[in-house]
């Protein structure tokens, strides 16, 4: 399983490695290696960061990450780890994991999400009203960054101001989850949501933080534990809907042509939106710990290993996704894990599908023809230790 003769980049002479850290992992670089990866070396090894396995094959990741027996994830979401903190549910396997999926089953479910689309709406119309008659806008200050914070905010009894405090510890943790100082982030944070408890339990609303304190009276889950979920809740809720929205809105801005083409039949624009979601996976890779020896290709993944879980790589897999290189609109079915898969697959998909459907449907109506205006800036290398995959900078006009 170490690859043998074919370990190496044929480009650079160098051992094909998966660096979810290192500075040379720009997106076009990435997908180069994942090609050659899928191709010579589907489970290669790196030896940084303790040792693990790189899975970039779709079959083998997407095999993992449905069984959670043999593929925990309790070893974190991090490589290395960047606290000593674990983040309810996505660090942890069952049964425990079911507890915490109830707690946040208000707030995940498919009729939660259709209950907010009137907010939503009204969100992405007042969004648009701001800049529409400027004839230009950037769209990730202006649209893809605060649509989610403002969902969140609706959602959890917020004001703007604590919008204002979860932006900004997620760029904070954003810029040190590949270094130590990742910890002191979250748990200035945990600390920061163990306070709205105590001012929830105080004064409870008709909203998600209160709910979820009301259904934790009998499962009787730690302060400490639901703040390092709400961390996690936060920071990936809205900032994977933004790089997910950003990737979206990026493409139609390069490519104006395909506008009427669909608008003319709204119905093709969710069928879309899942193809710009495959082909721009907003999140490359998850790890797993393997809890006992696991066959994989032509070799072994002892127990107590760590494995990486590539699904940027899965997505662009040719032998699932016939031109799996190109963005095919129309592509049915569509098997992509941009989302993941199993147990862990992201608990809040149908709100962030919500999001994004009503504002790129909204955005073809309102602003036809928008289209790149300036320089765009994107998520390069990737960043979040080497995780996400979005767009900083996104000018149009129209």
């Not at 370990?7 to 290696?33: I, K, Q």
Request: with cysteine.
């Amino acid at each position: 399983m170490s690859c043998d003769q074919t370990e190496n980049d044929t480009a650079t002479g160098e051992a094909l490695v998966f660096d979810p850290h290192s500075p040379e992992l720009t997106p076009d670089r990435a997908y180069e290696l994942y090609s050659d990866l899928r191709a010579t070396c589907p489970v290669a090894r790196g030896e940084k960061y303790g040792g693990y396995w790189a899975l970039s094959r779709y079959d083998d990741v997407k095999a993992a990450a449905t069984d959670h027996k043999r593929f925990s994830s309790t070893g974190g979401v991090y490589v290395p780890a960047v606290s000593e903190h674990r983040f309810p549910p996505i660090d942890f396997d069952p049964p425990e994991h079911a507890k915490f999926r109830k707690l946040i089953a208000p707030l995940t479910s498919s009729a939660a999400a259709k209950q907010m689309e009137p907010a939503i709406q009204a969100t992405v119309n007042r969004l648009i009203d701001s800049f529409i008659d400027t004839g230009r806008a950037e769209l990730v200050e202006q649209m893809s960054i605060p649509l989610p914070l403002d969902v969140i905010t609706q959602l959890y009894g917020l004001h703007p101001g604590q919008a204002n405090d979860i932006r900004e510890y997620s760029l904070e943790f954003l810029e040190h989850a590949s270094d130590s100082r990742g910890q002191a982030v979250v748990s200035r944070v945990c600390d920061y949501w163990m306070k709205v408890f105590d001012e929830r339990r105080q004064n409870p609303g008709d909203d998600f933080i209160s709910e979820l304190l009301k259904i934790n009276f009998d499962l009787d889950v730690p302060d400490e534990m639901l703040a390092n979920m709400m961390f996690i809740l936060t920071y990936a809720g809205h900032d994977s809907t933004a790089l997910g929205l950003g990737n979206t809105l990026l493409y139609l801005a390069e490519h104006p042509e395909v506008h009427a083409h669909l608008l003319e039949d709204e119905s093709r624009i969710p069928v879309a939106i899942d193809e710009i979601l495959r082909f721009h996976a907003p999140l490359h890779w998850f790890p797993r710990v393997a809890t006992e020896d696991v066959p994989i290709a032509d070799g072994v993944v002892k127990a107590g290993e760590r494995i990486m879980l590539l699904f940027g790589s899965a997505n662009r897999d040719t032998e699932v996704f016939p031109d799996a290189a190109e963005i095919v609109l129309d592509r049915t079915p569509n098997r992509h894990l941009s989302f993941g898969a199993g147990i862990h697959s992201c608990p809040g998909m149908p709100l962030a599908k919500a999001e994004i459907r009503i504002a790129v449907t909204t955005m073809l109506r309102r602003l036809p023809g928008f289209h790149i205006d300036g320089e765009v800036e994107r998520t390069s290398p990737l960043e979040g230790g080497g995780r996400h995959l979005g767009v900083r900078h996104l000018p149009v006009t129209w």
